[in-house]
C-alpha cells in the first residue's frame, strides 16, 4: 500500500513542474477596437451635366406606354378602364393610379371622367 502512494505523489510531482522549453500561447490582451482610418480627403467631382429638355405638358416618349395610354385618352369619345388595362398590360389599380399620378399632376393634364348608361366609366383628356 506504501508503494501506491509514493508513486501517485511522484507522478503529480513531475505534472506540477512547468515545462522550461514551452513558450506562452496567448499574446498581450489588446483592447477591442477596430484597425485605426486614415483621415477622409475629399473626392474629385465630376462636372454636373447640362440639365435635359423639359418635355411640354402632354408629351411622352414615341412607343412608350404613356405615349399609347395618351393617344387613347385623346380620342373623341375617350377611353375605358378595359382598353387602356389591355393597351398596357396593366391592373386596373395601375391604370387609375397612372392617370392620377402621372397624366393628372406629372403632366399636368386635365384627365375627364364620365359615366355611360350602361355603368362603363370612360376617360379622356382635352387634346
Same mark, same amino acid.
Given at each position: 500500500?506504501? $508503494?501506491?502512494?509514493?508513486? #501517485?505523489?511522484? *507522478?503529480? =510531482?513531475?505534472?506540477?513542474? &512547468?515545462? !522550461?522549453? @514551452? %513558450? /506562452? ?10 484597425? $485605426?482610418?486614415?483621415?477622409? #480627403?475629399?473626392? *474629385?467631382? =465630376?462636372?454636373?451635366?447640362? &440639365?435635359k !429638355?423639359? @418635355? %411640354? /405638358? ?11 395610354v ?25 391604370v ?8 393628372g ?23
Amino acid at each position: 500500500m506504501n $508503494t501506491a502512494i509514493e508513486e #501517485t505523489g511522484t *507522478a503529480q =510531482a513531475a505534472s506540477e513542474k &512547468p515545462k !522550461a522549453g @514551452k %513558450k /506562452a500561447s496567448a499574446g498581450q490582451k489588446r483592447a477591442h477596437v477596430g484597425p $485605426t482610418k486614415g483621415k477622409a #480627403t475629399k473626392k *474629385a467631382k =465630376a462636372p454636373k451635366k447640362a &440639365p435635359k !429638355a423639359a @418635355k %411640354k /405638358a402632354g408629351e411622352a416618349r414615341d412607343g412608350s406606354k404613356a405615349a399609347k395610354v395618351l393617344d387613347l385618352l385623346k380620342r373623341p369619345d375617350g377611353t375605358s378602364l378595359a382598353e387602356l388595362m389591355k393597351a398596357t398590360g396593366w391592373q386596373a389599380h395601375s391604370v387609375r393610379g397612372f392617370l392620377s399620378g402621372t397624366i393628372g399632376k406629372k403632366m399636368g393634364l386635365a384627365i375627364t371622367s364620365t359615366k355611360a348608361e350602361d355603368g362603363e366609366r370612360t376617360y379622356s383628356v382635352k387634346a
